[in-house]
Structures are given as structure tokens and as C-alpha cells.
């Protein structure tokens, strides 16, 4: 079954590229943390869509084979089977792996590429290649004149075409299929379990690491060996630091704890954020900034639909929350001239959205092909995150606000006749986090 579902996402990806195309998908190496030590390997993901092949150093060819049913041939260079370095490393599959484990129709060293990639070339005149951290820069502009200058005069020269594979295959990646949306659920369920972990961890005097390590032991006893993105757990000022990563200061009394913070479950993530008392009760001003922003993700929840606009999205967070924020007495003027100026972005800073998938920012346009907003489709999953950041420095605001940063942030799926909400259970309400962070007893 999985190699089917690699082969079918090939094929449709082939059928959906010109003729005599051609397809170079480079896999990522594995890279040196000190001397002989490495990084755990993580594989680049438009590889890892298309082949499953979760090994270093490989690279996958697709190109057009009129023998085949498919109408293209499929080929996998990979590191070769090495007794020595399996015992130290792990094992590998090979050459012959390739083919019998991962369906490849046939496979090479990939000390070979360069040859059984210019073999394999001949005729095929459009060449598009994924190459995340450019690898094969200084090859590929050499690669598409090879057979133009190495030819006979009076043979037909090839002018090839280069354009990156993303154009065509980002697109297919933002509707997910029931596999991966099975994957963020499991992932999202883990995380789930890791947010109500530091909720009932969280208490005065305890260290923002701490915190993070219990998210991660958590969502450990779930399957989940990685985190999506390294855990935000910010609290007082430093949530106004919207990728802090620290997480090395004590909590003090009186300030809120932002987590931010996703597990990854089998290369799919989740992305769940979440801002509360770091004694458990909300006092009044923080309890005006958060019911804000909560009012401001429900509204914009509220609109999720097939045929909805992606920006309305963004537009319904935004106008709920300068709402609130002139409200509060935290801008002033009238509604319509604080929407025209923006005025609101002093606090609210950042959009409101991404795609969620096998990256945490996941692939794929935010626009149509005319530039125009995309309009949302069931099996897309996405996050919404609004938030409201009032540094210490913002002298001219009322005390009892500064220092707030806060965001919530749940992950969406669109469904057929609207969405669900996969982080739902991650208490969200002062209601629900305020019970589970009081002392039972």
C-alpha cells in the first residue's frame, strides 16, 4: 500500500509535466555536528513525498519511458550496501534494496549520478529539478548543455529548459490526502497530551526548559521522536519575541507563559501555541488581552468553508481585534481610519496563517494563478494564530498590559462542508485552563 501511494503521487505529478520532461529530486546529505558526530539525519521532504526513501546521499530520476504503463521510468541512486560502516551506522538498502523495497526500476551507486544521469538525459528537453540547498548548483547548467556540445554538428541539438520542480509539485502538496491527514491528527494528538503536560507543570519558579522538556517527553510516549520546530516557551517579555528560543529563564509570578510548541509524528507536524497564567489564574488585564485574541480565532475558525477566501482569514483577526484593542483604550480614533491605516499592526505584528504538513510552514501558494487570494479546498490543514504583543518598552500603554505577549494558535482542517478543528482539546478557554492548572485537592 505505501509504495503504491509513492508510485500514484509520481504519476501524478509526471502526468501534470510537458513532454520529454525530465526530473532530478536531490535527498538531503547528513551533516557534521563535531568531527565524527552527526546530526540525526532528517530527509528533505519533497524527496521523502515522492520516493519514502528515508536514507542520505540519494537522489531520484523521473523522466519519460514510453515502454512503461506509466509512461516514465524511475530511477534511484543511493550509497551502495557497506558492511563496515551498517555495523557502525545502521543498515542500508542498497542497490538492490532500491529497487525491491522502494520500487525503483532500477537503481545505481550514486558515485555514479553524473553518468547515469547524462545517459539517461539524451532527447528529454525539459528539465526540472528540487534541490532545497543546492547541491548540484555548479553541475546543472553544464548538465542541460552536455548533449547541445558534445554532439555531432549535424545532429539535433536539444535546448533544454531548467525550472524548479516546486512550481509543479508545491501545488499537489497543499491538499493533503486521508494518509496524511491520519499523520497530523496523530501528530496533533501528541501534542495535545504535551500542552496539558506543561499546563500542569507550569507554576511560579519553575524554568522555561523544564517546561519544554516535559512537552517533549510527553508527545514522546505518543511516537513522536522529533519536534516540528525547536519549542517556544517564553514567558513575560520574551513572548514579544515571536521565535524566542532560549527558554532558559525561571517563571515568576504575575506574567504569562507562551508555549509554542508541535510535535512531528512520521515527517508530519503539528503547530499548536497556547498563552496562560504562569500561577494559574488570569487577572483582569490579562484576561482582557486573552479573551481578545480568542474572540478573534473563533471568528476567523467561524469562516473556514470550501470556497472561502485564504485572507479572510487574516482580515477577521485583524478587525476583531482593533475592535478590542480601541475598546481597551489601546488605539484611539475611529474604527474605519484605524482599519485604513493599520494602526493595529503595533500590536498585532505578524499574519495569521500557514499551510501545515510535512514542513511546519508547508509548501504550497497562497495565491491562484491569476495573483488573487486562493480560495480554500477540503483536505487543506492550516494553522490560524492571531496574537497581541505589548513589550515592557511600550511605555505610553498602561502598565498592567505590559509585557503580555499573546498568541493561540489551532490547527484546521477544511472539510466537505466546513473544517475541524484537530487541536480543539488543548484547552483553550480561561475556563478550561484555568481548571486544569488548579491544585486538585
Not at 519511458?65 to 543498515?91: I, N, W
Not at 556540445?149 to 490526502?177: E, G, Y
Not at 517579555?237 to 528560543?245: F, G, K
Not at 484576561?287 to 473556514?304: F, G, T, W
Amino acid at each position: 500500500m505505501i509504495s503504491t501511494m509513492y508510485q500514484n503521487r509520481r504519476t501524478r505529478l509526471f502526468n501534470a509535466l510537458p513532454n520529454k520532461s525530465f526530473v532530478i529530486i536531490s535527498g538531503y546529505q547528513q551533516k557534521v555536528r563535531s568531527k565524527n558526530i552527526k546530526y540525526h539525519f532528517r530527509q528533505d521532504n519533497d524527496f521523502l513525498y515522492l520516493t519514502g526513501f528515508n536514507e542520505p546521499d540519494a537522489v531520484a530520476l523521473l523522466y519519460c519511458d514510453e515502454s512503461k504503463d506509466t509512461g516514465y521510468s524511475y530511477t534511484l541512486l543511493c550509497r551502495p550496501k557497506d558492511k563496515a560502516q551498517e555495523v557502525s551506522f545502521g543498515a542500508r538498502a542498497g542497490v538492490l534494496g532500491a529497487v525491491s523495497q522502494y520500487g525503483a526500476d532500477d537503481a545505481f551507486d550514486i558515485a555514479e549520478l553524473e553518468h547515469v544521469l547524462l545517459s539517461k538525459l539524451t532527447d528529454h528537453a525539459n528539465l526540472f529539478i528540487s534541490d532545497e540547498l543546492g547541491r548540484f548548483s555548479s553541475q546543472v547548467i553544464g548538465w542541460l548543455n552536455h548533449q547541445r556540445l558534445n554532439c555531432s554538428f549535424d545532429t539535433i541539438k536539444q535546448h533544454r529548459t531548467l525550472t524548479p520542480l516546486a512550481k509543479v509539485l508545491h501545488p499537489m502538496r497543499v491538499i493533503k490526502s486521508s494518509h496524511e491527514i491520519d499523520k497530523i491528527k496523530a501528530a496533533v494528538h501528541a501534542s495535545t497530551a504535551g500542552h496539558i503536560a506543561v499546563m500542569q507543570a507550569c507554576k511560579p519558579g519553575v524554568n522555561e526548559g523544564q517546561l519544554s522538556a516535559s512537552f517533549n517527553f510527553a508527545i514522546s510516549q505518543y511516537g513522536c521522536s522529533e519536534v516540528a520546530y525547536p519549542n517556544i516557551v517564553a514567558s513575560g517579555n520574551n513572548a514579544c519575541c515571536l521565535h524566542y528560543e532560549e527558554n532558559c529563564c525561571n517563571l515568576a509570578d504575575g506574567q504569562m507563559l507562551l508555549i509554542d510548541a508541535g510535535g512531528e509524528l512520521e515527517h508530519y507536524a503539528s503547530d499548536i501555541t497556547r498563552t496562560y497564567p504562569v500561577n494559574g489564574k488570569f487577572n483582569e488585564a490579562q484576561s482582557d488581552i486573552y479573551q481578545l485574541v480568542l474572540n478573534a480565532l473563533d471568528a476567523a475558525i467561524d469562516k473556514v468553508k470550501p470556497g472561502a477566501n485564504w485572507n479572510s482569514l487574516y482580515e477577521t483577526c485583524m478587525e476583531v481585534m482593533a475592535k478590542g484593542l480601541l475598546e481597551l483604550g489601546l488605539l484611539s480614533g475611529n474604527i474605519d481610519d484605524i482599519m485604513k491605516d493599520e494602526s493595529y499592526k503595533r500590536f498585532t505584528v505578524h499574519k495569521t496563517g500557514h499551510w501545515l504538513g510535512m514542513d511546519v510552514h508547508d509548501v504550497g501558494p497562497y495565491h491562484d494563478e491569476n495573483g488573487q487570494w486562493r480560495k480554500l479546498e477540503s483536505g487543506m490543514v492550516f494553522t490560524i494564530e492571531p496574537g497581541i504583543y505589548i513589550p515592557l518598552s511600550a511605555t505610553d500603554i498602561p502598565e498592567k498590559y505590559r509585557g503580555l505577549g499573546i498568541r493561540i494558535e489551532d490547527d484546521i482542517l477544511v472539510t466537505q462542508n466546513g473544517f475541524e478543528n484537530l487541536s480543539a482539546d488543548v484547552p483553550r478557554t480561561i475556563g478550561e485552563i484555568e481548571a486544569i492548572m488548579s491544585p486538585i485537592g
